[in-house]
């Protein structure tokens, strides 16, 4: 029997065309909900078996979205789509994603059976005794190089990178972090040395970052 899903994307475009795609693969969609509140709702009403959900739903954090739906059902599948290798670029751990969760890479996936076979996959009676599995389809040799240079990174590294790219002084982020702006200073150079980002008098190293951050995002680099 197949899995009964509860799909929570808020783009509206996305949301559509992702429901007709499992539809056609005979997929048992039987929710559609755009906000956190609709979902739970939702869940307790229809009882799925499995929630689809986007890590980049606005406002809200697809992992606490998925945390408390699966305290009000500690057997439901959790399969999250997400637009970056790395989860500490959107400020999440993945030690907080529930265990037994399917985690997709969005460009990755370039046949929607990987996706569907992850749908079922994540309905096993028992998965909160698995650990979080990341399913990256086809991975580039692009992506396996920033999976590469990210997994250099530590937490502190990466956490000053996204407070960078979020527009934060040098002086806020010291602040918000209970250090010195040197301290800062020297973060931010360590990033630059671990992902080659070379001093250049005509060009800006934080826009550089920033740049970089974005594109491993997965989204338009910044200017």
Do not use: Q
């Given at each position: 029997m197949n899995a009964r899903i509860l799909v929570v994307i808020d783009d509206v475009f996305e949301?559509?065309?992702l429901v007709a795609a499992l539809r056609m693969f005979e997929m048992d969609v039987i929710g559609e909900a755009k906000s956190e509140i609709v979902a739970l709702n939702m869940l307790r009403r229809l009882q799925p078996d499995v929630i689809l959900v986007d890590m980049q739903?606005?406002?809200t954090s697809?992992?606490?979205?998925a945390i408390r739906m699966r305290k009000?059902?500690?057997n439901i599948g959790v399969v999250i789509l997400n637009s970056c290798s790395d989860l500490r670029l959107i400020g999440e751990s993945i030690e907080d994603v529930p265990a037994g969760s399917k985690i997709l890479l969005k460009r990755s996936i370039v046949d929607l059976s990987v996706l569907c076979a992850?749908?079922?996959?994540?309905?096993?009676?028992?998965a909160e005794k698995h650990k979080v599995a990341w399913i990256n389809g086809n991975t580039s040799i692009q992506e396996k190089g920033i999976l590469s240079l990210m997994a250099?990174?530590?937490d502190t590294q990466v956490e000053v990178l996204r407070l960078v790219a979020n527009g934060m002084t040098n002086a806020q982020i010291g602040r918000s972090r209970y250090v010195s702006e040197k301290s800062v200073e020297q973060v931010i150079s360590r990033v630059a040395q671990e992902l080659n980002v070379l001093?250049?008098?005509?060009?800006n190293m934080r826009v550089q970052l920033v740049s970089e951050y974005y594109r491993w995002l997965g989204a338009p680099a910044q200017q």
């Open positions: 949301m559509s065309t739903i606005a406002g697809a992992v606490k979205i009000e059902n500690p992850a749908i079922e996959e994540s309905k096993i009676s028992g250099h990174l530590t001093p250049d008098r005509n060009k």
